[in-house]
């Protein structure tokens, strides 16, 4: 074999543990010769762990260092087009250049310089040591699988790495983009990751992989000016991307991800649902009275237990002990202006009566050690009386493109009875012992396997809903953006659960997402708190999509009469303010900035206001500042500038803090001076308006 197809032996690389690094065990790959020109911007070299590529890119620069033999699973939306470059040698190093950037690749050890106009955009981490000149090194291999470590400047906040509930600025973090069936929003674990981060010094790092991968950001167990990855994948396919503003950047990324496809007006209604209406009667008693108070609401969600039997789940039939004619049923919601939700997960019990057939077919991921179906065992420890236990299931394996056009094809009849819109739940379960039909092993395939699902189920809405396509997902990748929209899983109900969830939709906005909903109230240990219930929804008008779910009842009623009014008087705001976040979700879609724009991409000039990272602006004028503490306690920054209360136009000067202790019914949301906010009707369900929004008011601030 020639040294251009040599690669480590991972079995005799370094053994690396990852809080206590021995970074003197770590052989640094070093490059053994000049560079190949394969075509215009593509160059080879030849390095003591394979091949290592280089594309020039109008914005950026790709790197790939391994094998590349995986599947890649359509992360990336098109292959980017590379840019020709110049080559230049010498002196144990090469230099590249293209356009305004210079790309300086040294030798030995292998090390890069990425410029523009010949300024530092990134480079490998210049953490020296005593002894020896790289204390981290800049690229190796290890038994995990790779090394890189780059530059990281003091003072540089980081953000992304999709949604994480903790300080948006990720600096000083260990990060892992590893999804997680995370049961709650009170760790480091979540449902939605994302190997990409940026930086408004003007930097954004991507790794195109499905595996896991480790960010150590300024950690200080591996170093405070370094920014640490460990990719667990057999090659590293590494993009740098340079933009002078965060919106720049996300535009760069998004642009090599995918953006959203434009969701029809009704699911940006308010969505009800709860754990769970346990009879159609129930269900639709719920509906009715959503209309007797005049609440506005466009969807009502039949969550799992709700139609599914739990035994024999998943499948796509409604629970025949329980519904005689589902199809009457949602006939009867759908006359009173309701859109319907169903919910699924892709996982079908051993106890389904369609499950020795969808096992013959080969539908399911198989067990590597034995070759049967792989059988998830749940852990009982979330289960009780409501989310009673689950029975041994086997996942569908989206890789096998048979199984894929099966899921997809038999939403048809549930599509055909009326159903809108599918509520995608779990996609998490995926085990290192898992093999799918594509070769890929568990471990490779857990992170993206929510992208494969939902993509399938995106995909049939596309081509059986009858009012437009959409969903809600839970789980998700690099690249989920692309299938809208997503929700925060299972926040706990009280205050903290409250700025988690704002924190962890602001991470995913962060890491180039637009469409997001929280569950309003909180999902467990609900204390039918009337003031969170009421801060919550006042928050969430003002997100791409809005969804009241929880265990136990979600209407606003029942937290009592002032409570319910105001609620009222937030849902009745949000529905006028559709022409404004449809006009957002259109920017997203052309540009992937998000609706909630983080103080950091909303004001890239006035580091100020990046710390205040429970504010965000709603679309590019309108400021929201959540209550996410009791008595209507509350801080908000106003960037430099002035500002008109939303509500009661009063004007305020920017460039101060406002202490706030508001009245329940009272938010801090605030517009830009000179900014025009188009306003629609006040109506109960978007199915008084249309397809598109109606404007009613245009009122200057």
């Known amino acids: 074999m020639s040294a251009l197809g040599k690669t480590a032996n991972i079995d005799n690389a370094a053994p690396f543990d990852i809080l206590n690094p021995n970074w003197s065990a770590c052989r640094q790959t070093e490059i053994l010769g000049t560079a190949s020109v394969v075509a215009p911007g593509q160059l080879v070299f030849e390095t003591t762990d394979g091949p290592f590529r280089v594309t020039t890119l109008e914005n950026g620069v790709r790197l790939n260092l391994g094998p590349h033999n995986r599947p890649v699973y359509g992360i990336l939306d098109g292959e980017p087009e590379p840019v020709a470059a110049e080559i230049s040698g010498g002196e144990g190093k090469t230099t590249i250049s293209w356009g305004f950037f210079t790309l300086t690749v040294r030798h030995q050890p292998m090390a890069i310089d990425f410029r523009r106009w010949d300024r530092p955009v990134l480079e490998s981490a210049r953490d020296g040591h005593f002894v020896r000149e790289f204390r981290l090194p800049p690229f190796a291999r290890v038994d995990k699988g790779w090394l890189v470590n780059l530059d990281l400047t003091s003072q540089d906040p980081v953000y992304g790495l999709g949604e994480k509930w903790g300080p948006l600025d990720k600096r000083g973090q260990l990060v892992h983009s590893f999804t997680h069936d995370a049961l709650g929003v009170n760790s480091e674990r979540s449902y939605k990751n994302c190997p990409f981060a940026w930086s408004p010094a003007g930097w954004g790092i991507f790794v195109h992989t499905p595996a896991p991968v480790l960010h150590a950001i300024g950690f200080s167990q591996w170093s405070h000016r370094a920014y640490g990855l460990l990719v667990e994948d057999e090659a590293i396919d590494l993009f740098l991307i340079a933009g002078k503003t965060p919106e720049q950047i996300l535009e760069r990324y998004t ?84 859109h319907v939700c169903c919910w699924e997960y892709p996982l079908v019990s051993v106890n389904s009566p369609i499950y020795d057939e969808l096992s013959d077919k080969g539908y399911f991921l198989t067990d590597r050690r034995s070759g049967l179906p792989y059988r998830y065992e749940w852990d009982m420890e979330p289960f009780g009386k409501v989310l009673t236990p689950l029975p041994d299931s086997s996942l569908i394996d989206f890789t096998n493109p048979a199984a894929y056009a099966w899921w997809r094809d038999e939403h048809k009849a549930l599509f055909d009875l009326g159903v809108d819109m599918i509520k995608s739940d779990f996609g998490e379960q995926v085990e290192p012992d898992c093999q799918a039909y594509n070769g890929d092993t568990g471990k490779r395939l857990h992170n993206v396997y929510p992208l494969l699902y939902n993509r399938c189920v995106f995909e049939a809405s596309e081509m059986y809903a009858k009012n437009g396509a959409c969903l809600l997902a839970r789980a998700g990748w690099a690249g989920s953006q692309r299938y809208p929209a997503q929700w925060g899983g299972d926040p706990q109900a009280d205050w903290e659960g409250l700025a988690a969830s704002l924190r962890g939709g602001l991470s995913w906005a962060n890491s180039g997402a637009a469409c997001y909903a929280t569950d309003i109230g909180g999902f467990y240990g609900d204390t039918r708190d009337a003031e969170l219930f009421v801060r919550w929804t006042q928050a969430a008008v003002f997100s791409s999509h809005m969804r009241f779910h929880g265990i136990g009842d979600r209407a606003p009623w029942s937290y009592g009469e002032r409570p319910a009014n105001a609620v009222m ?45 429970l504010q965000f602006m709603f679309g590019p004028d309108i400021l929201v500042s959540p209550i996410v503490r009791p008595q209507g306690i509350g801080r908000t920054y106003l960037p430099v500038g002035n500002w008109c209360h939303l509500v009661t136009n009063e004007a305020i000067t920017g460039g101060t803090v406002i202490n706030h202790n508001l009245d329940l019914e009272d938010m801090a949301v605030y517009v830009r001076q000179g900014a025009t906010i188009a306003f629609g009707p006040s109506v109960q369900h978007t199915g008084e308006i249309g397809n598109l929004p109606l404007i009613e008011e245009q009122r200057q601030y």
Not at 287 to 314: E, H, K, L, N
Not at 597 to 613: E, G, L, Y
């Open 569 to 613: 008087t937030a849902l009745k705001l949000r529905y006028r303010l559709l022409p404004y976040l449809w006009k957002a979700l259109e920017t997203a879609c052309e540009t992937g900035l998000p609706v909630q724009r983080p103080m950091a991409v909303a004001c890239p000039h006035d580091p100020a206001s990046w710390s205040f990272d």
């Open 255 to 338: 642009r090599l991800t995918g953006r959203p496809v434009m969701p029809p007006l009704w699911s940006l209604g308010a969505i009800l649902s709860k754990a769970y209406y346990q009879t159609p009667a129930e269900f639709l008693e719920a509906a009715r009275t959503v209309r007797s108070y005049g609440m506005p609401c466009d969807t009502i969600t039949f969550d799992g237990r709700a139609w599914q039997d739990t035994d024999t789940r998943f499948h796509f039939d409604f629970d025949p002990k329980r519904f005689e004619d589902p199809k009457s049923i949602i006939d009867q919601v759908k006359a009173m202006g309701f």
